[in-house]
């Protein structure tokens, strides 16, 4: 190498390594590869709603925000953050140092996640049930045809963290609108009775259809009004105090009333009113989700006397699946009473016309389908009334 230069091992003419350019490229396909599956992973949370685009999209350093009040919002980045609309406290920022303990596994229904398209329910079915709900889901399973443990598990129950009498939990299950914002909030009992367990197979199956099919509307729903009847040998209409629930609630001269009505029925036990008006467990909890949830629209689903009762001003929906109206008329101490009477929501009461035996799949199907049509129409007149400043009720029925 007298004349100072040299030929590199490995260089272009004849080398076994690839070229600056060949590298470069090399890394460039890596990248570009990376981002391509961190955009795929990213969207997979994203609502799907096309309209929705980046309006939900909060500021850095903001608060997500899901239009309910008090709401415990955990900030993660400017464009996600994870949500517990069921939190009562928030951890304070500047909380003092120790020691981080891993966190309890819960069962959250309502977590949800704030992105670029807004804020969109998880996947609960990804969530296991805590032991509560698993184990009434067991053994609601065991008593009630029409409900499978899977499904039930699946399904995004809580414990209300509120007992009956004997200390069974009152389980509900919240159901977001498929769109936001929301139509309406529409609240969903049954069991009320314990001896109608046609009831809660019921609700079981109009949750799958709703899951399957979407919905328009926020949905409340407590399958099981009265565990303690339902799970009594054998099931009772009463609660373990031998109350009638749907003759307890608090609605105005119930003292008097009360009395006189389980006079003309003949002291019947099945029917008895309680000593004093909501002295229930069952109905105080039940009056206190009417007050919270502020639902637009009840409906209660019982057995058998195969008809459909409704309790509101607006024009009655005139049948669901084979069922055909027929009004029954309020009760001192019923939900039409308590609710519609006093509180001025339509109260929609389904007789099946089995008490054990849920409807056939399709029959379900019929009456879920004219429901959702009734609410359509109901929330479409709700809304031309307040916007014209008057009564548009007429296309509700």
Not at 239 to 244: F, R, T, W
Request: charged share 20%; with cysteine; net charge negative.
């Amino acid at each position: 190498m007298a004349n100072g230069s040299f030929k590199k091992q490995g260089s272009a003419k004849g080398g076994a390594n690839p070229s600056a350019r060949l590298l470069v490229a090399g890394w460039i396909g890596s990248m570009v590869l990376v981002a391509l599956l961190t955009v795929m992973l990213t969207y997979e949370f994203s609502d799907e709603d096309t309209g929705a685009g980046d309006a939900g999209k909060p500021e850095a350093g903001q608060v997500a925000q899901s239009g309910q009040d008090d709401d415990g919002v955990v900030e993660s980045s400017p464009d996600t953050q994870i949500e517990d609309s069921g939190a009562d406290e928030q951890v304070a920022a500047n909380a003092p140092d120790e020691p981080e303990q891993p966190a309890e596994p819960q069962f959250m229904p309502n977590l949800k996640f704030a992105g670029r398209a807004g804020i969109v329910q998880l996947a609960a079915s990804s969530l296991p049930p805590s032991d509560t709900v698993a184990e009434w889901c067991r053994t609601l399973a065991e008593r009630v045809n029409g409900v499978a443990s899977s499904d039930c598990m699946s399904g995004a129950f809580a414990d209300s963290g509120h007992k009956s009498v004997n200390g069974r939990p009152l389980i509900v299950r919240q159901i977001e609108p498929t769109s936001r914002p929301g139509a309406g909030r529409v609240l969903l009992i049954a069991a009320t009775h314990g001896d109608e367990l046609s009831s809660v197979g019921t609700v079981f199956s109009g949750m799958n259809m709703i899951d399957e099919n979407g919905t328009d509307y926020q949905w409340r729903v407590a399958p099981v009004m009265n565990p303690d009847g339902l799970f009594h040998e054998p099931p009772t209409r009463v609660n373990a105090n031998g109350v009638d629930l749907n003759r307890n609630l608090p609605t105005a001269g119930w003292a008097k009333e009360s009395r006189d009505y389980w006079r003309r029925v003949g002291f019947e036990k099945r029917r008895f009113p309680g000593e004093s008006a909501g002295s229930e467990p069952e109905n105080q909890w039940l009056a206190a989700q009417i007050k919270e949830f502020k639902p637009n629209v009840i409906i209660s689903m019982h057995a058998p006397y195969g008809v459909l009762d409704y309790d509101g001003d607006f024009p009655a929906p005139q049948k669901m699946g084979s069922l055909n109206l027929h009004r029954l008329g309020v009760y001192p101490g019923s939900l039409g009473n308590f609710a519609s009477r006093m509180q001025g929501i339509p109260v929609i009461t389904v007789e099946l016309d089995d008490a054990d035996e849920p409807p056939s799949d399709g029959e379900i199907e019929q009456m879920f389908t004219d429901l959702n049509g009734w609410l359509d129409r109901y929330f479409r007149s709700v809304r031309q009334a307040s916007a014209d400043g008057g009564n548009a009720a007429s296309d509700a029925g």
